[in-house]
């Protein structure tokens, strides 16, 4: 398995532009989750899925940020509009249930928003 | 609401000394906590899990252990290596309808030749 693939691994956008952060999860894992990264406040939980339901998106700051999950191999985290306080690194990561193995996490999208 | 620290933003030690990492949870007793290594650019990598009645769990030179009188776990890398510097982080995780982890901001762990 290639691992969790997120696209893109760089966006630079202007203030106010539409922002798609896309993931593909392993295959056969049952959760997905969405977490920001930033200095100040590490990672933080944005969303997550479970079997393709979202369960929990307390996490995310504003209506302006929504995520989909349409099929259990992909999932899009979209940014309408972007605000340069959402400039950070956006990971995905999915893990199955019942296992002693943690997350997968991809290598992340990091989005400049000027 | 559950908090997770991770007392020390950095540490720089010796090749061939034993680094120790500390992660302290307050508000919360997890069922058990993950340590993860992130390395720059790159997403955390899983390294170990340690659940709440183990006291102690090893991985070839890496060891932690999981004390709940204290609420905390330490985090062992023992030989340690350049190749083993890095940010590691700990997440504390619950057996209730696979709460997601809670991750501290990580250690940055420098080991100096």
């Known amino acids: 398995d290639a691992g969790v693939i997120q696209s893109p691994r760089h966006e630079v956008t202007e203030m106010g532009q539409e922002v798609t952060l896309r993931c593909k999860p392993i295959s056969g894992h049952d959760y997905l989750f969405w977490y920001r990264q930033t200095m100040m406040r590490g990672l933080e939980l944005l969303i997550y899925?479970?079997?393709?339901?979202?369960?929990?998106d307390s996490g995310m700051p504003e209506d302006r940020f929504s995520a989909k999950m349409p099929n259990a191999s992909f999932s899009t985290l979209k940014i309408q509009p972007s605000e340069p306080r959402d400039s950070a690194v956006y990971f995905c990561a999915s893990s199955s249930s019942g296992t002693n193995y943690g997350y997968t996490f991809g290598s992340g999208t990091r989005l400049t928003v000027v | 609401s559950q908090k997770i620290e991770q007392n020390s933003e950095a540490l720089n030690i010796q090749e061939g000394k034993t680094a120790t990492l500390t992660c302290n949870y307050t508000?919360?007793?997890?069922?058990?906590l993950q340590w993860y290594r992130q390395d720059p650019g790159r997403g955390p990598v899983f390294l170990l899990l340690i659940r709440e009645n183990e006291k102690e769990k090893r991985k070839e030179r890496l060891k932690v252990t999981f004390d709940t009188t204290l609420k905390q776990s330490l985090f062992h890398i023992t030989a340690s290596q350049p190749a083993d510097s890095a940010t590691y982080l700990c997440a504390q995780g619950s057996n209730s309808g696979n709460t997601p982890l809670v991750f501290g901001k990580g250690t940055r762990l420098s080991v100096i030749a």
């Open positions: 899925f479970n079997n393709n339901v979202p369960i929990d």
């Open positions: 508000n919360y007793s997890p069922a058990y």
